[in-house]
């Protein structure tokens, strides 16, 4: 018996066949860790991507144009820290952070800054994940982390100078058809509704009568609608400020006239600019119709702008809103275009000619953003009634595009291009292009905030 059991434990202990199981138990062991190890991996980087959004929308939200650090930036009159803001962005991450389970928040730090016209919103946060299959080789967490960057151009603060050609020659038509309406309406086929106070030629409220809309009309319109742009754009409530200038109430007293004093308050503004009106004249001739001096006015409204400053609160930027036809009339000596012909006579020094852009310059030099809005001066008439040769025929359309006068390319827009800051010229037809062009004015102080990182 004792043979016959030695002999059974000899071939069991020289029998391989059964080492297959016992390698795959012992190889199953790595096996199962590398994928419990996957699936807590997975797991942590699923919960970062959640927190990492979470830090996103703190730093965006901390910083949006309806923050309360925003808000309190507007009053600001240093750089530093705005707590209000470190607060939002705290409240914004733990609301977005509410659902989410597995993780234990180790560090959360959320700071808003002000430096200049710029908020920037810092969102950094660390946190562990517990692990399942991975404590097996003693691993009981994952550690998380992350940062969100997030910048907004805060408002410019934003003073509006607004100069307003209420001249004669804005009381033309502001359409070919208005312009036809009055030439076919009145005995010496003249385009222009001048506000004369004598009966004998008052196609100022001919005008009226018949319907037709003259350019000072749409440009009243139009300063109206740039007040309600203003009030709805605004995010502080004295962002922006406006004065209102126009070229005079009279013939008589054809010089730089105030409106409206500068002032934040834009609903004021608005009421005030709907007084925007021709001037009056008495009769032909008066003030020998020499009632555009911009060699007068541009240096009267310089003087009336302050010093530009950076954009806030305490140093505005300064704009001049610079709307007119772009011709001068006025008593110039030195002007290159004086009234001299053989029909007119000589009439100097009477000047009607473009614009001088130095005019401008002397205003843009010292920081002040010149925005012009030339309304497009529209051919008139080249013939009067008897059949001489009309006054726009001789003295506009020599210096004006188009198939009345020599010159290749307008005088007139070319100049009061000149005369404007980069990016700030706009050539508007009178009836559709005034309102978007001093509404674009303001399109350029909008910021919004984006991820910087």
């Not at 000899?10 to 199981?21: E, L, P, Q, V």
């Not at 008589?252 to 009056?280: N, P």
């Not at 004086?338 to 473009?354: H, I």
Request: proline content about 4%.
């Amino acid at each position: 018996m004792a043979q016959r059991l030695s002999g059974l434990f000899d071939s069991f202990h020289h029998d391989r066949r059964g080492n297959i199981a016992i390698l795959f138990a012992f190889s199953l062991i790595p096996l199962l860790v590398a994928i419990g190890c996957a699936i807590d991996y997975a797991r942590a980087t699923q919960i970062r991507s959640k927190m990492q959004s979470a830090a996103d929308a703190a730093s965006v939200g901390s910083v949006s144009k309806a923050s309360p650090a925003f808000l309190a930036a507007g009053s600001m009159t240093t750089d530093g820290p705005i707590a209000v803001g470190s607060t939002d962005a705290t409240n914004i991450f733990n609301g977005n952070m509410a659902s989410q389970s597995g993780y234990t928040l180790s560090k959360l730090d959320a700071a808003v800054t002000k430096s200049g016209a710029t908020l920037t919103s810092t969102v950094t946060f660390s946190a562990s994940v517990a692990t399942t299959f991975l404590t097996i080789i003693g691993k009981t967490a994952l550690a998380i982390g992350g940062t969100s960057v997030s910048t907004s151009s805060m408002p410019v603060y934003i003073d509006f100078y607004l100069l307003l050609d209420n001249s004669p020659s804005m009381g033309v038509g502001a359409t070919p058809t208005d312009v036809a309406t009055m030439v076919d309406n009145t005995s010496d086929k003249c385009a222009f509704a001048c506000h004369d106070v004598n009966d004998e030629h008052n196609y100022y409220e001919l005008a009226k009568t018949l319907g037709v809309k003259t350019r000072i009309d749409v440009l009243r319109d139009a300063t109206q609608q740039l007040m309600d742009t203003a009030a709805a754009t605004a995010t502080y409530p004295n962002q922006f400020r406006m004065a209102i200038y126009d070229f005079g109430a009279s013939a008589q007293s054809a010089a730089l006239r105030r409106l409206f004093a500068l002032s934040s308050s834009l609903s004021s503004a608005k009421t005030a600019a709907g007084a925007i009106d021709l001037m009056t004249v008495k009769g032909q001739n008066d003030n020998d119709d020499r009632d555009t001096s911009y060699s007068k006015l541009l240096p009267a409204i310089d003087k009336q702008i302050t010093a530009a400053g950076a954009g806030t609160s305490d140093a505005p930027q300064k704009y001049l809103l610079f709307v007119s036809d772009g011709v001068a009339d006025e008593t110039n000596a030195g002007c290159a275009k004086t009234m001299k012909n053989a029909f007119w006579g000589n009439k100097s020094p009477r000047c009607q000619s473009p614009i001088d852009p130095a005019l401008c310059k002397a205003m843009t030099d010292r920081g002040v953003k010149v925005a012009v809005l030339y309304t497009t001066y529209l051919a008139l008439p080249l013939k009067q009634a008897n059949g001489d040769p009309s006054w726009y025929a001789s003295w506009i359309a020599p210096f004006n595009v188009g198939p009345y006068g020599p010159s290749p390319n307008s005088e007139i827009a070319n100049n009061m291009k000149a005369c404007a800051s980069p990016g700030f010229y706009f050539e508007v037809s009178p009836t559709d292009g005034i309102a978007d062009a001093m509404n674009a004015i303001f399109r350029k102080a909008v910021a919004d905030a984006r991820i910087s990182s």
